[in-house]
Nanobody, 126 residues
């Protein structure tokens, strides 16, 4: 399976961005998906996750109310809509595919994910 993340860029504080992650080589609709982010010298941080059928989502407190994760199983793609961006949202954002099939509750630990995309850089200027 391969994951290809895109949509990052340089924006000003308060702006919006939508990240996309296209999957191939696996039954996309059977696996939950997550977004994580990482800055230099820091651990990979959980951002948001959606379960395999899109009926359940989970967010980090730092992004709750500003970010929305969704998926389109017909397009094998998961999205992260990011609004009201802040400079502290600056990071490389990674999408990942759950290690377990048909997990009902979205997972938030990096160890729950087995496949990772290459990352897309989001830079928010103040």
């Amino acid at each position: 399976v391969q994951l290809q993340a895109s949509g990052g860029g340089l924006v000003q504080a308060g702006a919006s961005l939508r990240l996309s992650c296209a999957a191939s080589g696996r039954t996309f609709s059977s696996y939950g998906m997550g977004w994580f982010r990482q800055t230099p010298g820091s651990f990979r941080e959980f951002v948001a996750a959606v379960n395999y059928n899109g009926e359940s989502t989970y967010y980090a407190n730092s992004v709750k109310g500003r970010f929305t994760i969704s998926r389109d199983n017909a397009k094998n793609t998961v999205y992260l809509e990011m609004n009201s961006l802040k400079p502290e949202d600056t990071a490389v954002y990674y999408c990942a595919s759950d290690i377990l099939e048909r997990r009902v509750t979205p997972a938030s630990l990096p160890t729950s994910y087995t496949v990772w995309g290459q990352g897309t850089l989001v830079t928010v200027s103040s």
